[in-house]
């Protein structure tokens, strides 16, 4: 499997969001690394697990600056947060209840974080950064 890395072609300009943005990806590619080794089943728990506090934190973080700065793209934003939050829920509660075969969840969780890290990243919280620095907003 590959693994992202990090891009400095997604930093936002905004050091609380890039940083927890970095660490979304050295989670992921951890999880990608032990993938390769054979151990992905046992680690995509320990993602699952990291992702859910991961998206009400850096979720809730990123929507008070959206509406600190009264910015226009908050509505979509949060939408795509709250579908994030749900995809996750739902990959938890399947491993949890062992509805699913662990291996098409372990493909599911990798396309949906790598959909995730790369559309949403670079297209929706790019905007925002670029709203930022229009405004002249650090």
């Not at 930093?11 to 032990?34: C, K, P, V, W, Y």
């Not at 990291?50 to 700065?69: I, Q, T, W």
């Not at 994030?84 to 075969?101: E, H, P, V, Y």
């Amino acid at each position: 499997m590959i693994e992202l890395g990090w891009d400095k072609k997604l930093e936002t300009g905004i050091e609380l969001i890039d940083n927890q943005h970095r660490e979304l990806f050295l989670r992921f590619d951890l999880f990608m690394r032990a993938c390769d080794q054979g151990s992905g089943l046992e680690e995509i728990e320990k993602l699952l697990i990291f992702l859910e506090s991961y998206a009400r934190e850096h979720f809730r973080d990123e929507e008070a600056l959206m509406v600190k700065h009264n910015y226009p793209g908050y509505s979509p934003q949060r939408i795509h947060h709250r579908k994030a939050t749900q995809c996750i829920f739902g990959m938890k509660q399947m491993l949890d209840n062992r509805q699913q075969d662990q291996l098409i969840l372990l493909k599911e969780a990798n396309l949906t974080v790598q959909e995730w890290m790369i559309n949403h990243i670079y297209t929706m919280d790019m905007v925002f950064a670029k709203f930022l620095r229009r405004h002249s907003i650090q």
